[in-house]
């Protein structure tokens, strides 16, 4: 399913079921594994722009308070061809999770200078750990950099958001099962508090990926 949300002030789109990381607490991935057809996350296949657009005409934009740029999976691996021409074409306020890796994916360009010119009001960005050993733990991400600089270049891409004048929150998950992390790596809401306080960037906890 490309739009979902049970309410039509928040609508959200759902563009791709790739993602950079394999989160432990990922329901979102596991229900696309799990249930493919049968999750109305998932996608039959990687929808094009216009497949999104076709979607995204018929939301009621007159009861519309925010579009969020969301889904089961990573919204910049569709950068150049829905997230941007996409912002460029939608007149209200829209939002966008995303895991923060997009100065790895495209360690050439300034991701949230051209998010920003696009017209990105708001972003999450999942931090989920207050150390970079934790984040490789729960996010176990599949990048070709080592645990600290993934956490660095999402610390970056954050304070890049913040400082283009997107509204930036830094989120992290505070219901994982201790199972899932053999009782160890549970993030530590309050020193993560202390790395998004120095930062001057928001906290949001979720209790859901
Ligand atoms: S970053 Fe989000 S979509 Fe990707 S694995 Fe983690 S929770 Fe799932």
Known sequence: MIVYGDNEAYPSVNITNGCTNNCVFCNLQKQVKKYKEKSWFYLEKEPSFEEVWNEVQKIDFSKVKEFWIAGAGEPTLRLDDIVLPLLRKLEVRTSMITNGHANM??????????????GLHDIEISLNAENPEKYVKLCRPRLNYSPEEIYLKIVEFACDCKNNGIYTRLTLVTCISPELVDGKFMPDVDEFEKITEELEITTKKRVFA
């Open 105 to 118: 994916i495209y360690p050439d360009r300034n991701v949230a200078k051209e998010l920003k010119q696009a």
